[in-house]
């Protein structure tokens, strides 16, 4: 029971940090403005592992290497951990390479998860609260993914179902990718 909670607990702690990484690196590809005290907020909580990471991982125009390697290695670390949790070992060599692979797909999934409750609160906030101070924040980290769907789906006049075909896409290639890791790395 006490392994169990423990992985409860360091399930919730390293997704969550894992997603302010992606949502840092999001933030970075969109130009969305870092003094937004959102981004502000968010920017405080990552630089301890980011800022050394950017002296020796450069950034392009759109990407931002190091905060992605941070989201890879808390990913990583994450895994094994758990991997120590439930099994009382760290894995062999083999396990791993297995582990490196299955980061790798624990970003991915971080990724979509974060699409999933962006998106989520997004749509409730547009029912209850369409003039909340974050929506502004939030139309505009969502608005590349929702406007592609967009010019697919015909015009329905007032109703948008881009939400739920972008909820059921990343929800679904969650699966596939959770999947993937658990066959790589048994977690």
């Known amino acids: 029971m006490f392994g169990n909670i423990l992985h409860f607990i360091i399930n919730i ?10 949502i840092r690196a999001w933030m970075f590809a969109i130009r969305l403005h870092p ?11 990552t630089d301890w592992l980011v800022a050394p990471l950017k002296r020796v991982i450069p ?3 759109r990407i931002d290497g190091p ?5 890879w290695l808390i990913a990583l670390v994450y895994l094994l951990l758990t991997f120590f949790v439930l099994t009382g070992a ?3 060599m083999n396990g791993l390479a297995g582990a490196l692979i299955a980061s790798v797909l624990t970003v ?4 979509f998860n974060l699409v999933l409750w962006l998106t989520l609160i997004q749509v409730i906030l ?4 369409p003039m909340a101070p974050i929506m502004p924040v939030l139309q505009t980290l969502t608005a590349p993914l929702l406007d592609p ?3 697919v789906l015909p015009n329905l006049g007032g109703i948008d179902f881009s939400p739920l075909v972008l909820l059921i896409l990343a929800q679904v290639i969650m699966m596939v990718l959770e999947s993937m890791a658990f066959s790589l790395f048994g977690v």
Do not use: C, D, E, H
């Not at 702690?13 to 992606?22: E, R």
């Not at 905060?67 to 989201?71: Q, R, T």
């Not at 991915?108 to 990724?111: F, I, M, S």
């Open 13 to 22: 702690l390293f997704t969550l940090f894992g997603i302010a990484l992606l």
């Open 35 to 45: 003094f937004n005290p959102y981004s502000q907020a968010l920017l405080r909580m």
């Open 59 to 61: 950034s392009s125009s």
């Open 67 to 71: 905060s992605i390697v941070a989201a």
């Open 90 to 92: 760290l894995p062999l």
């Open 108 to 111: 991915l999934k971080w990724a």
């Open 126 to 129: 547009s029912w209850v609260n």
């Open 149 to 151: 769907i967009r010019r």
